[in-house]
């Protein structure tokens, strides 16, 4: 996927993660020297970020910020069809407007959704390309389409793609033998989990500037991942990578919608080429609804057998997913993994329809898998009368692939159910759910989550010493908001004895040192282990030279507080400074992640636990407190690693209670693409949120025992609301959003049953 | 977004004259929050925007022996923490804060409130031509409804979105419009609304060149109470999904007199007369105040995704009423 042209590519939306994230073992190389018994000054504190009060006072330059000399602004023409032919395009007439510089053709082939593109247009300005789009004459000759699940998986109805079924099968998995697990269960129970499409809402739109200068090509870009778009630019455009360069420095939001290369990216270049002039093209709060990716919806039935004892004997998932145009997400990983259970089994299944492609979502698959998952395994708890969290713990394991597989280097699972459990008071649970009385109903819930996270090895980053005192950490990788400059003038400053505000930190250009793309939780367990080799090298030449100032082995030289000291006798010190000043010119270390020791399997874990109140009168679900437990190795920055846990709650809940894309039968159109209508959390609904972090320090994963975080605190985080609102109104609300309707629906169900 | 010229009238006067030059397409412009939003999204083209703004004096709050008096410009934020309005019409403060948020009702006026249109998603894809654009067909009617009207639809399924407008139709307020040559024109607010049967393309009378200068408001008889209860799906932001803004005279815990006003429900704001009926002089139990919804919901005719309004209505009424004894 990363070489393929994204905008074709047919495979599944989470399937580089697999390849990425899961199988780096190949890579693998001696085993590595940890840092885990350091004491460190600066790591694992509270640290502002190095650029925050820039960010907040409205300093940084985003991409959408940006104004080159001579820039036009290109625009999209998009269909509004679901499907149709093209019969013909004009553009004669838009071209002729004043003002207009170019106007080129997007589309090859049909029309395959509502939104797609068909032509672009750069003008002087933003008026002038609008007005020009509305002068494009495009004939369709609309067909029949699809865009509702359980209508695309209708037989005869319209086919999506020429070759392909709509309900196409996928890689399933198993291990053991299901059917004889479920004979030795003691009680079988089948349940059905839904959760809608989920769209990328992020705060700055996508937005791209292209400029040529003879063959070399300049693109600043809202971008997750500078190096991908680089290299899939060169493969659409056909021109070597070596002549694009990708800069990126601010970004507002991306979670997986700008992983590679995006339409409006190739647009931008296609126009300034065309017409020689540096082109800025910037998604539309609707386009981004449309066009950029979005998380695939699923349908999981869920079959597990378990004994009185607590005993899971066999898990089978049949899940059905949609991605629109492209595939969509395997949900499955979390009930192969998490938890003991000897016989497994998938079926899955695409569907598709005649709406915009998928890309990854913040964990993708694994948000969706975690809600089936884990309200089953409270389902199946409760049809045994035991308590979740100790069903938990009954069938937890240290082995991957459900107890069958390999050891995982580090799993800290345990201690999140002991910090989580305390925090919230999970004795405070109602014990049979939804014994509750009255008009509000509290309950208490948790949910498990796991991810990978283990850094891709073979990144690279350097430490650039200057003589005159000055040190740059440098490296091709993105910060996209959460904090990867703070965290690398951490690990620099740390290793150097300085402080984070002494670093220059240089990332968001392709032509620096290769990082990989800003997702599936790569970047701080990748970047931060380059760094800190970069700089033990630093420190290490150093050393050699303070040695003879300080007349004592340079083993036996530490770099603390803007000095290099004798250790042991910080009286005999010289200041880093001066060392740096014998330098005669500028020198350069260069660091690098390495590879991961075979055998083991790197994860990340969490647990959260929540509490809510429903309204049942009303089916209004107010979340109370979440409390988060993480187990992602060494935190390198405690403040930012908190924000990242805040966010993905806030994320988690707000696709728990209200996010959906909601789709016209028959205009083949999204009705909602606009924040009136697609709903978002605000300010208003979110609780008092605990983050928390298991200390623990993975032995062998990288040089600071550290992994990652983007992914985890947004997996259990709509699951966990959904299982406390079943210990407050003892009905699982299988389905998110759990939208009112839904929760009165099911509460009227229930009192019908009675 | 077409282009268009702006007028700044200095008076009223110069309003309805501006209004009143033929063969041009106007639009009113009062905080601009609905409007820039529909011209920007291509639902409506006009050539020559009109700015209230630029007319002085046309936000106060005043009052006299009987009324109290609001003139159009006055924003949402000004009339919420308004003493007068505070003092005597609490369901007007409850519902004027509970609308959208402190950005939008900084801006946002009363009458732009008032004359707000629709946010049915089909009315507002500038790709879908409906009934209400001069098309054939409701889309709503057999498509994504759960939002959409459960009372007074037919034609067309919007809902009205304003929650200043059940608050004061519940206390029985008048409003003030200005025609052509200076022409005042006085009605009750309630009857201002006009369900889609009667105009498809509008949801209230005000004709093309006429504007909307005045709220009047007459002032409360002795024990009266009034409350307003939205029920939205998130905790700001947010239109109703079904709100109740009930007004009346309580005795001896009982209504001897009650108005009984909903948003969300309908293409206007609507009043439930059976619950009005049911529930003036009983006893203001729980059994009671749901049976009186029930009374009223005899009338409700839900689509496919907006049944579950009916229990909402129920639950509505029932949390607005046992706040006010
Ligand atoms: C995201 C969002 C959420 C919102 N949520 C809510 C909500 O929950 N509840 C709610 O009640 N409102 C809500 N609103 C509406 C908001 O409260 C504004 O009051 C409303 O948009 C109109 O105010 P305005 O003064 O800006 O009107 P404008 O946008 O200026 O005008 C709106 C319409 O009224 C006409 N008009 C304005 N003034 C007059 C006049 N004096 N005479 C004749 N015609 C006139 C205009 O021509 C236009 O058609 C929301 C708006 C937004 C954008």
């Known amino acids: 996927m990363e070489k393929k042209d994204s905008r074709y590519a047919m495979e599944d939306s989470n399937l580089w993660y697999e390849t990425y994230a899961s199988d780096q073992t190949q890579h693998s190389s001696e085993a590595l020297s940890s840092d885990s018994d350091k004491k460190f000054k600066l790591i694992g504190k509270h640290i502002k970020r190095i650029d925050g009060k820039k960010i907040v006072t409205g300093k940084a330059p985003f991409t959408q910020d940006i104004k080159l000399k001579g820039m036009l602004i290109g625009k999209i023409l998009r269909s509004p069809h679901a499907k149709a032919e093209v019969l013909s395009i004009k553009l004669d007439v838009a071209k002729s407007l004043s003002g207009v510089k170019a106007a080129i053709l997007m589309i090859r082939g049909n029309i395959q959704y509502a939104g797609q593109m068909v032509a672009a247009v750069a003008a002087v300005d933003e008026k002038t390309a609008d007005k020009a789009l509305e002068l494009i004459k495009v004939e369709y000759k609309p067909m029949p389409f699809v865009v509702i699940e359980e209508k695309a998986r209708e037989e005869g109805s319209p086919q999506v793609h020429d070759k392909r079924p709509n309900v196409e099968q996928r890689r399933g998995y198993s291990r053991g033998d299901v059917e004889a697990g479920f004979g030795k269960a003691d009680v079988v129970i089948e349940r059905t989990y839904k959760t809608a499409v989920e769209i990328h809402q992020t705060a700055e739109t996508h937005v791209s500037i292209a400029k040529w200068q003879g063959e070399r090509l300049t693109i600043w870009d809202s971008t997750q991942a500078i190096h991908s778009v680089r290299d899939q630019l060169a493969e659409v455009l056909q021109i070597p990578a070596s002549r694009i360069k990708v800069i990126k420095q601010y970004m507002g939001g991306g979670f997986g919608s700008k992983l590679g290369l995006n339409e409006q990216t190739v647009a931008a270049s296609m126009l300034a080429k065309e017409t020689n002039r540096p082109v800025k093209v910037m998604l539309t709060r609707k386009a981004n609804s449309l066009c950029v990716g979005n998380r695939p919806s699923t349908f999981q039935t869920y079959k597990g057998g378990v004994k009185k004892d607590g005993t899971i004997t066999a898990l089978s998932l049949l899940s059905h997913t949609s991605g629109g145009i492209r595939g969509g997400d395997r949900s499955s990983e979390p009930m192969i993994d998490v938890h003991k259970c000897e016989n497994a089994k998938v079926e899955d299944y695409n569907i598709y329809m005649n709406t915009g492609p998928s890309k990854p979502t913040r964990a993708p698959g694994l948000v969706q898998g975690t809600f089936g998952l884990e309200g089953f395994i409270e389902e199946l708890a409760n049809e045994i009368g035991m308590d979740p969290l100790e069903f938990r713990k009954k069938n937890y394991t240290t082995k991957n692939r459900g107890g069958t597989g390999i050891p995982y280097s580090s799993k800290g699972l345990d201690k999140a159910y002991e910090i989580g459990a305390k925090q919230i008071g999970w004795h405070k649970r109602n014990k049979v759910p939804g014994e509750g009385k009255g008009r509000i109903r509290r309950g208490i819930g948790m949910a498990a989550g796991i991810w990978w996270g283990a850094g891709s090895p073979g990144t690279l980053a350097d430490v650039k010493l200057h003589p005159d005192g000055s040190v740059e950490a440098v490296c091709g990788t993105q910060d996209i908001g959460c904090g990867t400059r703070t965290h690398m003038a951490i690990v620099t400053a740390e290793t150097l004895g300085l402080e984070p505000k002494d670093i220059t930190v240089k990332l968001g250009n392709s032509d620096y040192p290769w990082a990989p793309l800003s997702g599936g939780s790569l970047t701080t367990p990748s970047v931060a282990p380059a760094l800190r080799d970069a700089a033990l090298k630093a420190a290490e030449h150093l050393k050699g030279m303070a040695a003879s100032k300080l007349k004592v082995s340079a083993s036996s030289i530490v770099c603390e507080n803007f000095t290099f000291q004798e250790k042991g006798n910080p009286k005999n010190a010289t200041p880093f400074k001066e060392v740096l000043g014998d330098l005669s010119h500028e020198i350069v270390f260069h660091g690098e992640r390495k590879g991961l020791p075979e055998g083991y399997a790197y994860n990340t874990f969490g647990a959260h636990f929540a509490e809510v109140e429903v309204d049942t009168m009303t089916g209004m679900i107010k979340v109370i407190k979440v409390v988060a437990v993480h187990d992602s190795g060494r935190i390198i920055n405690k403040l930012t690693a908190e924000s990242q846990v805040i966010g993905g709650i806030t994320q988690g809940l707000s696709t728990a209670l209200f996010e959906q894309r909601i789709m016209d039968n028959e205009t083949g159109r999204m009705v909602n693409p606009n924040l009136r209508d697609y709903k978002i959390a605000t300010s208003m609904d979110i609780p008092e949120i605990v983050p928390l972090f298991v200390d623990s320090v993975d032995p062998r994963i990288n040089i600071l025992g550290t992994k990652g975080l983007g992914e985890p605190p947004r997996i259990p985080a709509s699951a966990v609301i959904a299982n406390s609102v079943y210990n407050a109104i003892g009905i699982h609300i299988r389905e998110i959003p759990m939208t009112p309707d839904k929760v009165l629906q099911a509460l009227k169900e229930k009192e019908v049953a009675r | ?325």
Not at chain 2, 96 to 110: I, W
Not at chain 2, 175 to 190: A, D, P, V
Not at chain 2, 214 to 227: H, M, Q
Not at chain 2, 274 to 303: C, H, M, S, W, Y
């Open chain 2, 1 to 325: 977004m077409k282009e268009f010229k702006i007028a700044q009238p200095k008076s009223l006067d110069q309003v309805t004259s501006l209004l009143s030059q033929k063969n041009t397409d106007y639009a009113l412009m009062a905080g601009g929050t609905d409007l820039l939003d529909e011209i920007k999204n291509k639902i409506i083209a006009p050539e020559v925007v009109i700015d209230l703004k630029s007319v002085p004096d046309l936000s106060t709050i005043k009052m006299d022996k009987t009324h109290v008096s609001i003139d159009a410009m006055t924003c949402v934020a000004d009339l919420a923490e308004n003493p007068i309005i505070r003092e005597n019409f609490p369901v007007l403060v409850e519902a004027a804060l509970s609308l959208a948020s402190p950005q939008l009702r900084n801006v946002g006026t009363v009458g732009g409130n008032l004359c707000q249109r629709p946010r049915c998603w089909y009315y507002r894809d500038p790709d879908t031509i409906c009934r209400k654009k001069g098309g054939s067909r409701c889309f709503a009617l057999r498509g994504r409804n759960r939002y959409h009207a459960i009372f007074g639809g037919g034609m067309c399924y919007i809902v009205h979105p304003s929650d200043l407008a059940p608050a004061l139709i519940s206390l029985d307020a008048e409003i003030t419009i200005n025609g052509l040559e200076g022409k005042k024109n006085i009605l009750r607010l309630e009857d201002f609304f006009t369900l889609p049967q009667n105009n498809v393309r509008k949801e209230n009378v005000l004709e093309a060149r006429q504007v909307l200068s005045e709220i009047r408001i007459p002032l409360p008889k002795n024990g009266s109470k009034s409350t307003y209860y939205k029920f939205k799906e998130r905790g700001t932001w947010d239109f109703a999904v079904v709100s109740a803004a009930i007004s009346g005279v309580i005795s001896g815990g009982v209504f001897r007199d009650i108005k009984i006003v909903c948003g969300g429900l309908a293409p206007i704001p609507w009043r439930l007369k059976k619950a009005e009926d049911f529930i003036k002089g009983k006893n203001l139990t729980e059994e009671v105040i749901k049976q009186g919804a029930k009374e009223a919901l005899t009338d409700a005719r839900p689509l496919e995704e907006n049944t579950y309004k009916m229990g909402l209505v129920e639950a509505v009424l029932y949390t607005a009423i046992s706040s006010m004894i």
